[in-house]
């Protein structure tokens, strides 16, 4: 089968998933339950995905480490989105110069 | 709501500015998808990954989708498996249709869902109050094209990348997911316990027999689901404010 057939299938599948909850979901949902885990899921994803693929990631496990560490005390502190993601890569890049 | 009545074009450069770190790190995981064995394997040419990556704008989910390319399969493993690998999406439109303006035009929806990848939706939902269609497509406009030429440019290139480089880049989008979730971890305590749960079961599901066998997609929806719903309930929301201002 040609690749482009797969391709389509694969965006097909991919898009319901995403336009689903989106357009069928139109008001305010009322259970506080379920306003409460929406409210967590941004939260809890990004947490479970961050870590340790972070350290995964790298080509030495403690570089990742190292810009884990980095990246919150950054982020505690209060740069944005840019500034951390940018410290967490030179944090990287310096620290395997010497690891690698 | 803390909306502040900005114009459009001042929430596409907003948007714009933070889609630069996704862009950067979309490039490098596009370009190691694009030279990935799997791609390799399924025979991609670069314009095959410049389609696959635009239409599709999902990692893992389509590393998935290019094993079951290279591996010739049935096209309902292809629906299935991209079901499986993408499920979190589900989660994801979920919490934006909570945060849309019932007012706004119903094609923002349509074009939004388009682009839910785990950074666009991270950036998008940050922000206070209504989610913003335009913000987003600022943030779309700069990383979208970086993920589907990064592939092309993988396809074609085979392994140019240095390794430091790579590795490097790599960390961007993390970086990023960071400078969401620990803002408001140190504004609200359960927030930060929360993050810590989830480092600790997440890295605990990676490393253990037979739950570490379960793809990271998967992976991700368990927890999100488990945790997400212990949350819920052990620390439910005040009523009316969950769909509001403080996610930033």
Redesign the interface.
């Known amino acids: 089968?040609s690749?482009?057939?797969?391709?389509?299938?694969?965006?097909a599948?991919?898009?319901l998933?995403?336009?689903?909850?989106?357009?069928?979901?139109?008001?305010?949902?009322r259970s506080?339950?379920?306003?409460?885990?929406?409210?967590?899921?941004?939260?809890?994803?990004?947490?479970?995905?961050?870590?340790?693929?972070?350290v995964?990631?790298?080509?030495h496990p403690l570089?990742?480490v190292l810009?884990?560490v980095v990246?919150?005390v950054?982020?505690?502190l209060?740069?944005?989105?840019?500034?951390?993601?940018?410290?967490?890569?030179?944090?990287?890049?310096l620290s395997?110069?010497i690891l690698? | 709501m803390s909306e502040t009545r900005s114009s459009i074009p001042a929430l596409l450069r907003q948007g714009a500015?933070?889609g630069?770190?996704i862009g950067?790190?979309y490039f490098a995981v596009a370009f190691a998808l694009g030279c990935s064995k799997s791609a390799v394997d399924?025979?991609?040419?670069p314009f095959?990954g410049f389609?696959?990556s635009l239409?599709?704008s999902?990692s893992a989910?389509?590393y998935a989708?290019l094993g079951?390319?290279a591996a010739?399969s049935a096209?309902v493993e292809?629906?299935v498996i991209?079901?499986i690998a993408?499920?979190?999406?589900?989660?994801?439109?979920?919490?934006?249709?909570?945060r849309?303006d019932?007012e706004g035009n119903?094609i923002h929806?349509?074009v939004?869902?388009?682009f839910?990848t785990?950074e666009l939706?991270?950036?998008t939902?940050?922000r206070p109050g209504y989610l913003s269609p335009w913000y987003m497509y600022g943030a779309i406009l700069v990383a979208s094209p970086c993920w589907s030429l990064g592939t092309a440019l993988g396809c074609a290139a085979g392994d140019v990348m240095p390794?430091?480089?790579g590795?490097?880049?790599?960390?961007?989008?993390?970086?990023?997911?960071?400078?969401?979730?620990?803002?408001?971890?140190?504004r609200e305590r359960v927030?930060a316990g929360?993050?810590a749960v989830?480092?600790a079961?997440?890295?605990a599901m990676?490393?253990l027999p037979v739950v570490s066998q379960i793809s990271?997609g998967t992976?991700?929806i368990i927890?999100?689901v488990i945790?997400?719903?212990a949350?819920?309930?052990l620390?439910?929301?005040p009523?009316g404010s969950?769909?509001g201002g403080e996610?930033a």
């Not at chain 1, 740069?79 to 990287?92: K, N, Y």
């Not at chain 2, 590795?167 to 140190?186: H, K, Q, T």
């Open positions: 089968m690749n482009y057939v797969y391709i389509l299938v694969m965006a599948v991919i898009y998933i995403r336009v689903l909850p989106m357009t069928l979901i139109r008001r305010p949902i506080r339950f379920l306003q409460s885990f929406l409210f967590y899921v941004p939260y809890v994803t990004l947490s479970v995905m961050t870590f340790p693929a972070i995964d990631a790298t080509q570089a990742g810009a884990l990246g919150v950054a982020a505690w209060g740069a944005g989105l840019m500034p951390v993601a940018v410290l967490c890569c030179v944090t990287v890049f395997e110069l690698v | 500015r933070n630069i770190p950067l790190g399924a025979g991609l040419t095959q389609l696959a239409l599709c999902a989910g389509e989708g079951v390319m010739k096209l292809m629906v991209s079901l993408n499920a979190r999406y589900l989660l994801m439109s979920a919490a934006m249709s909570q849309m019932p119903f929806r349509l939004m869902s388009f839910i785990d939706f991270a950036v939902i940050a390794p430091r480089l590795s490097a880049l790599s960390v961007a989008l993390f970086g990023m997911f960071l400078a969401i979730v620990i803002p408001p971890a140190r927030i929360i993050v989830c480092f079961a997440s890295f990676s490393r990271e992976r991700t927890l999100t945790i997400a719903s949350a819920a309930a620390f439910p929301r009523q969950g769909e996610a």
